[in-house]
C-alpha cells in the first residue's frame, strides 16, 4: 500500500500522494480537466461549459492547473483578446483517470443515493 500516513505537518507537506491529490481532486479541477478533453477552449467558453462557476473560482483553478502543469494559456492578443485553455501531456493522461472515475460514478450513483437515504433513514428513528 502507498504510504499515506502523515503524523507530522512535515510529513504531509513531503508527501507526494497528499501533495498531488490534494490539487487535482477538487469538484471544479476535475471538472475543467474533462471539459477540456477535445481541445483547446476559450475562457467564456469554458465557463460556460462549466455553468455554476465564478469568474473568480475558474480563474483561481485555471492558475492552479497551469501551475501544476496539467494545462497551459494561451494569449492570443489580436482583438479581440482571446486566452484559450489547453490539456498538457500531463492532463491529458490525468484526464483518461478522470474519465474511468466519471464512468464509475454514473454506474454506481443510483446505489449510492440508496445508500445515503438508507443511512439517513436509519440515523432518524
Known amino acids: 500500500m502507498l504510504q ?3 503524523l507530522t505537518k512535515k510529513d504531509a507537506e513531503l508527501c507526494p500522494v497528499r501533495q498531488v491529490l490534494s490539487r487535482v481532486t477538487g469538484k ?3 471538472l475543467i ?4 478533453e477535445d481541445g483547446s477552449l476559450r475562457f467564456g467558453k469554458l465557463k460556460r461549459t462549466l455553468g ?3 469568474q473568480r473560482v475558474l480563474t483561481e ?13 494561451t494569449v492570443d492578443p489580436k482583438p479581440p483578446v482571446a ?3 489547453q490539456l498538457t501531456e500531463r492532463g491529458t493522461e490525468l484526464m483518461h ?5 466519471t ?4 454506474k454506481n450513483h443510483d446505489a449510492v443515493r440508496r445508500s445515503r437515504e438508507l443511512y439517513d433513514a436509519d440515523r432518524a428513528e
Do not use: P
Open 103 to 106: 464512468r464509475w460514478a454514473a
Open 52 to 54: 455554476d462557476v465564478t
Open 61 to 73: 483553478n485555471l492558475r492552479s492547473l497551469e501551475r501544476d502543469g496539467y494545462l497551459t494559456r
Open 97 to 101: 483517470l478522470f474519465k474511468s472515475l
Open 33 to 36: 480537466i474533462l471539459a477540456l
Open 83 to 85: 486566452v484559450h485553455y
Open 4 to 6: 499515506v500516513t502523515a
Open 28 to 30: 471544479w479541477q476535475v
